[in-house]
């Protein structure tokens, strides 16, 4: 075959290769436009609840903000007879807890699908905690938990809040069971050395004397310089002492 007659091949094959390349295109042209149309559409509604989105966070992280100022407020005890007590401070510990839980709840159910949603009902468990509404704190803490996941510092500190208040409740059982989960969870940012403070304490509670020394034993070797090591020691003897001679 002549060079001539090849080249005169290869142009063909060209000119046949981008006519059927028109073909396709003009035959889907209206589907890659609608296609196309469709993924801006796309673009454009994930932008639009992207900014939404965060309006709505800032809104709540304001609204926490005033909340925790609540939380925060200066404590002015009132003597009896004198006036009450100035806007902005509050008479006693208890009455501000009151106020600022109050507060945050309403926080939390106003935005509980955002960040600050859920750090508002994380801070009112504290406060109705250290209030001793029991009942109540475990509800919220169980709530932030379910919220917040366990991928979640927040879903997790609610975690050992719900087992907490189990332990105060008497339900040690349960508490040993968080607990050990959490313990054994090997995440970086949970303090070890104080959940297996707390594990033991459960243990204490739950007639498990062994498993008690066992896990203050944990803390003794595994966590030398830790704060708890020193207290860890103590109740060793004390548990120890307590149980007798196995």
Do not use: C
């Not at 510990?93 to 859920?118: D, F, H, K, Q, Y």
């Amino acid at each position: 075959m002549k060079t001539t007659e090849r080249h005169q091949l290869k142009s063909n094959e060209v000119a046949e290769t981008i006519a059927a390349i028109r073909e396709a295109l003009a035959g889907r042209g209206r589907t890659l436009v609608a296609v196309l149309a469709g993924a801006l559409v796309l673009i454009l509604a994930l932008g639009v609840f992207l900014t939404w989105r965060s309006r709505q966070e800032d809104h709540a992280a304001a609204a926490l903000a005033g909340a925790m100022a609540i939380a925060s407020a200066p404590v002015v005890p009132v003597a009896p007879g004198s006036p009450p007590p100035q806007p902005g401070t509050f008479s006693s510990e208890a009455s501000r807890a009151e106020a600022a839980s109050t507060e945050l709840l309403e926080v939390a159910n106003a935005w509980s699908g955002t960040e600050a949603g859920i750090a508002a009902r994380y801070q009112a468990a504290g406060l109705l905690a250290s209030l001793g509404r029991t009942a109540e704190a475990e509800r919220e803490f169980s709530a932030v938990a379910d919220a917040a996941g366990r991928g979640s510092i927040y879903g997790r500190m609610a975690r050992l809040g719900v087992a907490e208040m189990q332990l105060r409740t008497g339900n040690a059982e349960a508490a040993i069971s968080v607990f050990r989960e959490v313990a054994a969870s090997g995440e970086g940012d949970m303090p070890v050395d104080a959940i297996l403070m707390q594990l033991a304490r459960a243990y204490t509670l739950a007639g498990r004397q062994a498993e008690a020394v066992q896990t203050y034993r944990r803390v003794i070797d595994e966590f030398p310089d830790s704060l708890y090591a020193a207290e860890a020691r103590r109740e060793v003897e004390r548990v120890g002492a307590a149980a007798g001679p196995s």
